[in-house]
């Protein structure tokens, strides 16, 4: 079993139990938040501590700026007395990085979409659509269609031999199995064609094939259709008719991008005001950059969700995601603030108590 089955398993599970795939997005995102919350503390501990030092560090900077190898040297031997990892604060957001991947591969996956992609939840029409597609209707014997969509096949088909039914044959590299022949035109039919190759069967069952059910998608509306191969020479082929569909607006999507954007925006506000020294003592030029961050980067991530095709239900998780985000970095803060307190409060008690009396004179 792939990575990308073990998640739709996953949220089968989690939905069968909640009873809302929606519902189940959101909380198998709890689940890996709270699993990746020490991670989390050691990120703001460290974040934390690198703006305690950091007038110690732009002083070690300016006074080898002249010898950046002894600088270097000096950094080290800084961050070691101190048992500071200057990297510690990536390590989260890199294992975040292959989550959301992971993620993003199952709720696009024909998996997803024959079993979920129609699910509705709050204001989301489809967990599976994106800012911009054709709404095709799955399973009505055509293919409604734009000009550039694309098409994969499900990971296992039924073939038909001479004398048995193979059910659940495996389908190899499924995204790039199936291709277009001839010219693609919006409204005529559409006729695919597979190599036998493609398919995981010995090579005395290849030649036997008379036929092949298999589902095929289109990748663009998520549109899914049964389709019947037949064999021809070395290729199963099959025509299937188009209605032409002219690409639609998904506002909720939209919606959802700019919930993105203003948790975002308002974790990254939150993240820099629990990082931000009490004394004020903040280097400017970083402050400035910080503030151009969190302004230009829910811009820039806006773009980036019009431009690519993410799926509702990845919007849903890193919504979610940020709301958690801004909730831990408040909790956690406090938290160490609350520790920073007791220790100081200790040292203060130990001074006092090593403190000399001084005797008045009489």
């Excluded at 501590?49 to 006074?63: C, E, G, S, V």
């Excluded at 950046?68 to 510690?88: A, D, I, R, T, V």
């Excluded at 191969?229 to 919606?255: C, E, M, N, Y």
């Excluded at 956690?332 to 004179?361: F, H, P």
């Amino acid at each position: 079993m792939d990575f990308t089955t073990l998640t739709i398993e996953v949220l089968k599970a989690l939905a069968s139990v909640v009873g809302n795939y929606g519902i189940a997005i959101i909380v198998l995102t709890v689940i890996i938040r709270l699993a990746m919350w020490p991670l989390n503390v050691s990120q703001q501990r460290s974040m934390k501590m690198m703006q305690n030092l950091q007038p110690k560090i732009k002083a070690i900077q300016d006074r080898y700026k002249s010898n950046p190898q002894m600088m270097q040297q000096k950094l080290m031997e800084f961050y070691k007395e101190h048992k500071f990892n200057p990297m510690g604060g990536c390590l989260p957001l890199l294992i975040q990085l292959p989550i959301f991947i992971l993620l993003y591969s199952a709720l696009m996956s024909p998996q997803f979409i024959q079993i979920a992609g129609d699910t509705s939840f709050g204001f989301l029409g489809r967990l599976d659509t994106t800012l911009r597609a054709t709404a095709g209707r799955s399973y009505d014997g055509s293919f409604g269609v734009s000009q550039g969509d694309t098409f994969t096949l499900a990971k296992t088909a039924k073939v038909y031999l001479p004398d048995e039914v193979l059910d659940n044959v495996k389908v190899v590299n499924p995204a790039k199995a199936v291709e277009i022949q001839g010219e693609f035109k919006p409204g005529e039919n559409i006729d695919f064609k597979i190599d036998l190759d493609h398919l995981n069967l010995k090579f005395a069952q290849l030649d036997q094939i008379q036929k092949a059910e298999i589902a095929v998608t289109d990748m663009t509306n998520k549109e899914i259709e049964n389709v019947t191969f037949t064999k021809q020479g070395s290729i199963l082929a099959a025509s299937v008719p188009t209605t032409a569909a002219a690409r639609s607006f998904h506002w909720d999507v939209f919606l959802l991008i700019a919930l993105f954007a203003i948790t975002m925006f308002a974790s990254q506000k939150v993240m820099m005001a629990a990082n931000k020294p009490k004394d004020g003592s903040v280097d400017p030029t970083q402050e400035a950059i910080q503030k151009s961050m969190g302004t230009f980067m829910p811009i820039m991530i806006i773009g980036t969700f019009v431009i690519i095709p993410i799926p509702a239900g990845v919007l849903l998780y890193l919504v979610t995601s940020n709301i958690i985000q801004i909730l831990q970095t408040v909790i956690v803060n406090k938290q160490i603030d609350s520790e920073n307190e007791k220790n100081s409060a200790k040292v203060d008690d130990i001074e006092l108590n090593n403190a000399k009396k001084i005797d008045n004179k009489e």
